[in-house]
């Protein structure tokens, strides 16, 4: 399962990845938290959201992926008790071996909101005594999270981040530029208020830049694997495990998390 704040976000950094694993045998589900009702400069919010949801739906339609509707709206997407709630009821339903989401560091609170959202709605999935919303039965099967990399390779305060881990996307980098591009109302409201100019080509640069970073692949979409503690029984990397060759680890990336403190 891809899982992020807005309509496209999932395009944007994760679908490359996505699509391998539907190559390789995946049942895969795509999910918006938010309802992308802001990322407008002229539409009312009503006609926004329609259009941002039928973008949604076909860009998933070319994934071949299940499409779920959001929990909250842009720029209310906060780490509380409704939204949490909601969150855990939705991946008890779905049971995701693998859960694709933002990273916890970027330059939007919503992104990070989602993070932090999906992580915790992750780690209380297998909780009898935490009430979701719909009322749903815990789930206690292993999940492995990976955290996508942030708009242009840095947090908030503008710190460059690197991945543990890269996926060769360059057989499917078409189709995930398809699916982007399926999200056309997107394109004149990020230039606009962002500038972002030609978001297929930032997304390309993007990737061609990760490619760069992995010293192997051409194009790549990066990952941070997150601690394995309560939510699989066992550290395990199933990207490595299902992709091969086309995933490849970072060994100084690897190294550092067991260096000692300074």
């Not at 190559?23 to 259009?51: E, F, S, V, Y």
């Not at 992750?122 to 999270?145: E, I, Y």
Request: hydrophobic share 40%.
């Amino acid at each position: 399962m891809a899982a992020a704040a807005h309509p496209d976000d999932i395009e944007f950094g994760m679908a490359g990845t996505l699509l391998l694993l539907k190559q390789a045998g995946a049942a895969i589900h795509m999910w918006n938290l938010a309802d992308g009702a802001c990322g407008t400069q002229r539409l009312p919010p009503t006609k926004i959201r329609a259009l941002r949801k039928r973008e949604a739906m076909a860009s998933a339609r070319l994934a071949g992926a299940t499409l779920h509707p959001p929990i909250g709206k842009d720029l209310l997407l906060f780490f509380d008790a409704s939204h949490l709630a909601k969150a855990a009821a939705r991946l008890r339903a779905i049971q995701p071996d693998i859960l694709l989401l933002p990273s916890p560091q970027d330059y939007m609170e919503d992104h990070q909101n989602a993070a932090r959202l999906l992580a915790g709605a992750a780690f209380v999935r297998a909780m009898p005594n935490f009430k979701t919303s719909p009322a749903s039965k815990p789930w206690s099967g292993d999940m492995t999270l990976y955290h996508a990399m942030p708009h242009g390779l840095r947090d908030a305060l503008r710190k460059r981040l690197r991945p543990g881990q890269y996926v060769d996307i360059a057989s499917v980098l078409a189709k995930k530029k398809e699916m982007l591009a399926a999200h056309r109302s997107q394109q004149e409201w990020l230039d606009s208020s962002q500038g972002m100019n030609a978001t297929l080509r930032e997304m390309e640069a993007m990737a061609r830049d990760l490619g760069r970073l992995s010293g192997s692949f051409r194009f790549a979409e990066g990952w941070r694997r997150h601690n394995h503690l309560g939510y699989s029984s066992k550290d395990r990397d199933p990207l490595s495990e299902i992709l091969g060759p086309l995933a490849h680890i970072d060994r100084a990336y690897e190294e550092d998390l067991h260096a000692p403190t300074p």
